[in-house]
């Protein structure tokens, strides 16, 4: 609908206005729920997730922002996640779910949109919207058997996007 894209660009302003201009955006996919099985996506694997992934990725000197989306409603074990990256200054998660929730919730209230929109429907799809593959640099997926990576070499799939370190070099300055 057309206030879901609306909302898409608000929340896509929102997130772009508070992380530097030439950062690098990614999408961590997080399927919890009836998919617990498949894939872990316990703390501790979460963990070994980003340390094999963000591996060198410091090198690049980019901002780098990963768009997490997640079925999740444990708000403990999303900061949890988010807070993973603590070690990394170069890294942020942002929790894409939480700030559709808020801008749904603040465009009702503003009468910009009609009442109802703040459900997983719509939640999951603006979501969507937001880290669609045309809009991230990479793709990080933990969700079922067959997308369950242990491991995304971020670094070597924005060196080879962004053409090289020269390529990173040339496009921040």
């Not at 530097?20 to 894939?39: E, F, K, N, V």
């Not at 060198?56 to 708000?75: K, P, Q, S, V």
């Not at 997983?120 to 979501?127: D, E, L, M, Q």
Request: net charge negative; glycine share 8%.
């Amino acid at each position: 609908s057309t206030h879901a894209a609306m909302i898409v660009d608000m929340v896509e302003s929102a997130i772009h206005s508070n992380h530097p201009d030439d950062t690098i955006y990614g999408s961590l996919h997080i399927r919890r729920g009836d998919a617990i099985q498949d894939c872990d996506t316990s703390l501790a694997k979460m963990k070994e997730f980003f340390t094999c992934s963000l591996k060198g990725t410091e090198e690049l000197g980019r901002h780098i922002a990963i768009l997490m989306a997640t079925d999740e409603t444990d708000a403990a074990y999303k900061q949890a996640v988010v807070d993973m990256v603590d070690g990394y200054p170069h890294v942020s998660i942002v929790d894409i779910d939480t700030w559709v929730r808020e801008m749904i919730a603040k465009e009702t209230k503003a009468g910009h949109i009609p009442p109802g929109m703040n459900n997983n429907y719509h939640v999951y799809g603006i979501g969507n919207g937001v880290k669609s593959d045309k809009k991230v640099a990479f793709k990080m997926q933990k969700r079922r058997k067959d997308w369950c990576e242990m491991c995304v070499p971020v670094k070597e799939i924005l060196l080879e996007q962004l053409g090289g370190m020269n390529g990173i070099i040339t496009n921040s300055e």
